[in-house]
């Protein structure tokens, strides 16, 4: 796959300057970029309690300093960049709870600025020897997040790309407003919902984002379709920065590297859980390879060696295994 370096690498913003791609900026500095790992479950540890259709993004509304905690620990742990707590913060989300628009967009920025603000914080802490400062990426959660009935694990909401756009683009506008680097399109289960969202990401010159999938198995996101035309259908998203995989198995992630890498010559991210299994009706996890990601040193080389240039981790996982995988490119 071949694309323009020029048009690959930098966007216009709004007044005509070019703005640079914050994932090749890193990576022209670094053979990897680390992404950080759950927040859901560090604010569990703090003794949040998350049953709640808002999930981590009810935080925001009486202990926001736990957000800006875990951000730091991660940061602390080697990541390059956090993921805001704002998976499941969406205007309608917070209408639901009686929050007007005004309160949900001002805590839907409040997302950006804990995780910058923890960003700041320790980088002023002192020497970080070859590091490049962390960015900060928004999260963006896909439309069945905000159903929280587990739809993002399926993808067949039945709705249509006018909903999807109109559902995700104050959220988006709002994050971009705070000061994101770039946006997380995270936890995406449909190729119709990536490409509302890739489309509506030319509403916001010089802006860049990841595009980030749930999966059905190593080779089909969780509707079906296989990642090879997910791949093919985002090559020619010029804002598109990195495509992956996350919220998935790593028993599946190394196959869906690959697959990716095979068909895309944007980098590839991968950021699996921690192996459990999901229960969308009791909101819990169960059994599966927990165990088996102890040690996420190991993991995070067979995903390099697969393709992935951004790697990280996502539900159930700590800031601990981001360390391990922080060592492996890091004395």
Not at 79 to 87: G, L
Not at 308 to 315: D, E, K, M, Q, V
Not at 319 to 330: G, H, K, L, T
Request: charged share 20%.
């Amino acid at each position: 796959m071949t694309e323009d370096p020029q048009k690959k690498h930098n966007r216009t913003d709004p007044a005509g300057a070019p703005r640079q791609d914050p994932i090749a900026d890193l990576l022209s500095r670094h053979p990897v970029l680390i992404l950080d790992g759950a927040m859901a479950t560090e604010l569990e540890g703090r003794g949040c309690d998350l049953d709640d259709p808002l999930w981590s993004a009810r935080v925001l509304l009486d202990h926001p300093g736990h957000i800006r905690d875990v951000h730091a620990d991660y940061f602390r742990a080697g990541a390059d960049c956090a993921i805001t707590a704002s998976y499941q913060a969406t205007v309608e989300g917070f209408a639901a709870r009686g929050i007007g628009e005004e309160e949900a967009l001002r805590l839907i920025r409040l997302t950006v600025e804990l995780a910058a603000q923890a960003r700041d914080e320790f980088w002023a802490g002192g020497d970080h020897g070859d590091r490049s400062k962390p960015i900060v990426a928004a999260s963006v959660g896909p439309y069945g997040a905000y159903l929280a009935d587990g739809s993002e694990y399926v993808g067949h909401y039945g709705v249509s790309d006018e909903r999807l756009a109109q559902f995700h683009r104050p959220r988006m506008r709002a994050l971009i407003e705070a000061g994101a680097d770039l946006l997380a399109f995270e936890t995406i289960p449909s190729l119709q919902e990536a490409l509302v969202l890739a489309d509506l990401l030319e509403e916001f010159p010089g802006t860049f984002a990841w595009m980030s999938f749930s999966l059905q198995n190593g080779r089909q996101i969780s509707e079906g379709t296989p990642l090879e035309q997910c791949a093919l259908a985002l090559e020619p998203r010029a804002g598109i920065a990195a495509i992956g995989v996350n919220c998935a198995p790593s028993s599946a992630a190394a196959e869906a590297v690959a697959v990716l890498a095979a068909h895309t010559s944007k980098p590839v991210l991968v950021y699996p859980n921690s192996g459990e299994s999901y229960d969308a009706s009791t909101k819990t996890w169960h059994g599966g390879e927990s165990a088996a990601c102890g040690d996420m040193a190991d993991s995070a080389r067979a995903w390099h060696a697969a393709g992935a240039r951004l790697i990280g981790g996502c539900c159930r996982t700590t800031p601990e295994q981001i360390a391990r995988i922080a060592s492996v490119w890091r004395a």
